[in-house]
């Protein structure tokens, strides 16, 4: 966990009660809208179909039971008890009314919580691996570098008013739980030749109307540099932007354009004036934020203890520990993802009552913490292996222990034409279609990893061009209309999708994806060759016949 | 649905009315012929020219306090003088989701 210290908490008051006055101003007709809406975004406050919508941080997706029970009371007191947990290890409340915004702003306060970073052309919340800090063979915890990337651009102004919106995400790990290819600037740490810990650094990832997967454009900065390298990157990209309105875009136009070698070049320049400043991080101040993080007193524990062998006899729980349950830095313990798939449901929704039920087992089996990651799903991230059994039969009963963590029901998806005021066409009721094609676990666990990414427009909130399967919403004619590509991937060896083919109507989409789960049980060569690397032997062209052939 | 937040010239091709989210709350609400809101479409001012379409659009627009984010949105004038969404955003926005809430009404 990390503690805060006395001057956020401070800062975070402070905030809510300016917030409270802007909002009673606007009420009273003394702000405009127009005067107002960049108060609300800096707040989190965005205006859907139905309501106002609350976009809450949870930074580097860890929370407290604490926390967590208070996003339960907000969802209950404020909402209509539920949240939607995003992509970018936010929460989200739909219905949120702006007079009663500042106390649900005050409520998460007094935990800690805030929304600040969540939305606005700023930079946003610098996400992480959700297995930060317990994932075995980790270099180091990644959340250290989150937490000082947070401090330093938090109402900073060069990171407030930026030409628009600006994301990082931190890896610590081979494989890249965090998604960092897709990012403004992805950070992967670990050790050079000198056993030096330092960021490659990646730039100009981003999805939206132009995809782009990041490129490295420094394979080795040392942690201590890692502020003024970043600030290079910012100066950089806030130049192009001032100067040409073409520029005025997102980093990825830009080092599209100008090209990676220029644009590091231009860096490079730059840097060599910040690099020697005082943005240069000294040990100490490292070693202040890493002394804030701490980690439980793990105990002793066996690897294989007797209440998992006895456990393994019922099948029911092994099929969920197979999928949900994933080593851990100690021995004895592991991480186990909770799947907020359920069949049928709303991908990464959580009523209140699960919530709490949740923050309960973390309170019981997992030292109070809980972790978000961008998968939508959540996370206890320290559970002895003998409380396995118990914890799987408490999930069950609460709906929370679905046994499809990175299965075909395993779906990420935006919230799109049901809530959203910029979506083409709906995408929550098209994954709960999926999810019931897929109900049986046991078929899903044959057919192996697979994710599906659903976004309702271009603007690719759920990652669509990142799915193994992609499911964009178009519009035409006015009526919904889906783009589907396939062989995508957000890991270590990110790539964009491609195209199968013309748009398919709302009705057919299912029908579509089975056939294309059906082609690739015929085609690949073992059990053992998932999804996405059958595309990449065969390429899209037996996929296109398969869908295409009856229709 | 090509969303009417990109609405640039107003032209409409049928019966309309105009929508907003109603300041405090964020409610779905819709202009009406005595020059207030109201949050069910069947009392909404229906327009069916470009001309009478702009001058209501002018008007919410002038409520700054009370309401925010007026567009023109179409309707459907049934056979027995029903007003229906013109189309699924709309439907949504005056109907609800078209999936059930996590946690039932
Ligand atoms: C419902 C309200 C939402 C609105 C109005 C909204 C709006 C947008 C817009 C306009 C963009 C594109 C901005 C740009 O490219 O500069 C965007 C990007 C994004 N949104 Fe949302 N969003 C919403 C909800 C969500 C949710 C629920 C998630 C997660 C499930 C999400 C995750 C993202 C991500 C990850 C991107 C970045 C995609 C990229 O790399 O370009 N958003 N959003
Ligand atoms: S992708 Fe489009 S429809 Fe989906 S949440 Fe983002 S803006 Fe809305």
Redesign the pocket.
Known sequence: MYAYDELDRTLLHERVEEFRDQVKRRLSGELTEDEFKILRLQNGV???LHAY?F?VAIPYGTLSSKQLRALAYVARRYDRGYG?????Q?I?F?WIKLAELPDALADLAEVGIHAMQTSG?NMRNVTSDQWAGVAPSEVEDPRIWSELLRQHTTLHPEFSFLP??F?IAITASDHDRAAIR???IGLRLHKNADGETGFEVLVG?????T?FIGKTIKPFVHGRDILSYVEAILRVYNQYGRRDNIYK??I?ILVHELGIEKFGKEVEEEWQLLRDSALTLDDAAIEEVRSRFSYPAYEKLPHMPDELKQAAHDPLFERWRKNSVFPHKAQGYSIVTLSLKPVGGP??DATAEQMDVIADLADRYSFGEIRVG?E?NLALPHVAKRDLPALWKALDKVGLATPNVNLVSDI????GLD?????NARSIPIAQELTRRFANHDTAGLIGRLHINISG???????HHVGHIGILGVEKNGEEFYQITIGGRADESAALGTLIGPSVPYAEVADVVEDIVEAYLALRDSPDELFIDTVKRLGVEPFRERVYATR | MTSPLEQKKIRITGPSVVTANRTHDGVVIYRTPQHGWSSRLADAAIVRTSDDARALLAEAVADDVGAIGSYIAPVEIKDNGEIAPGNLREHIRSEGLTIELPVPA
Request: glycine share 10%.
């Open positions: 965005y205006l859907q919508m976009r939607h947990f995003t992509t970018r936010n989200q739909n052309n628009r919106k994301k897709i990012h403004d990832g981003g999805l939206g109307r995809p875009a997102r990825k991908p990464g961008h939508q990420i998806a935006c919230p809530y959203c005021s910029l979506a427009c271009i603007n690719a909130c759920g990652h």
